[in-house]
């Protein structure tokens, strides 16, 4: 597998991700990956838990947090650079929950694009910053537009078909936010109902959409 992390740096996609931060609380992250074999319904669940297992995930979530400037997890795995993941001879970040299952639910492309909408304008809102449905509309079309490229410009009937599905955000270590337990650091989840994982793929490509709101 390999990260298409930088194929993600468009402005529409960042638009969409600071929005849903904005509303949700959140600090959302979009994964973009390579996975070098058709992703199909029957082997994704199978190709996502090593994808996950994997240092590339581990890598990724850390790069992704410094292009999206948070720095959450970069002071558990310093890098010299943005993106470059670890450092030299520093341990990898270990995000994974031990006994995570990351089962994946199929969702209708019209509930996937329900969700989008739903992150901006329904979701849990602590600071009530949700968006008019109109500017919602426009937002998420300019994400949607981004991230699926025209059927046109793709292979065949199978590679040009999208798929998508929610996937059970059980896999990241909480901050216990809502729970009772000391959280273990480093962290993602937060234990609530604004914790998300969207994951939608064609072809090769699979794309994964984490949200962590707080309310």
Known sequence: MQSLLAEVDR???DRFLSAVDAVMNSNTLLLKVEAGRSVTVDNRQGLLDAYLRSD?????????????EWYNLSDFTPGPNEGDGPAAGSDPVRLLREGFRATVTPLAEEEFTERL?????AAPSP???RLPMDEAGRTVAGFLHEVLTPAESWGSADEREWAFASVEPDFLRSS????HEPPLPPVYFD??????????HRGTVFHLL???GSP
Not at 62 to 68: G, T
């Open 176 to 179: 216990e936010y809502h729970g």
């Open 210 to 212: 984490l949200t962590n």
């Open 191 to 200: 234990g609530s109902a604004s914790d998300t994982a969207t994951l939608f």
């Open 11 to 13: 402005a529409a996609i």
């Open 56 to 68: 590339l995930f581990e890598q990724m979530m850390v790069a992704a947090d410094r292009r999206r």
């Open 117 to 121: 909408h739903w992150m901006l304008t």
């Open 127 to 129: 600071y009530r910053r």
